[in-house]
């Protein structure tokens, strides 16, 4: 999904260079703030897969911890 976003912001900034190019301010303004608006989409999509991503592989990390000090047992 961030790929979406990537390659829209690139469109977009094309776009609004075009516009510039052809001396209408108005429609490079637009397409320049579509830009960024995708662009922070795509890293906010990034940053939101990447704490998912972190809180499964605490999830599974508490889960191994606690399987191995309920199975390890004391040799007292």
């Known amino acids: 999904m961030d790929r979406v976003f990537q390659i829209v912001a690139v469109i ?3 776009i609004a ?9 108005d ?4 397409s320049a703030v579509l830009g960024c608006v995708s662009f922070f989409l ?13 809180e499964e592989g605490e ?14 047992g004391s040799a007292a």
């Open 17 to 25: 260079a075009y516009f510039l190019w052809i001396g209408n301010k």
């Open 59 to 72: 999830a599974r990390d508490q889960a191994d911890s606690s399987d191995h000090n309920d199975s390890g």
């Open 42 to 54: 795509s890293v906010r999509v990034q940053v939101t897969e990447r704490r998912r991503q972190r």
């Open 27 to 30: 429609g490079a303004f637009v």
């Open 12 to 14: 977009l900034a094309g």
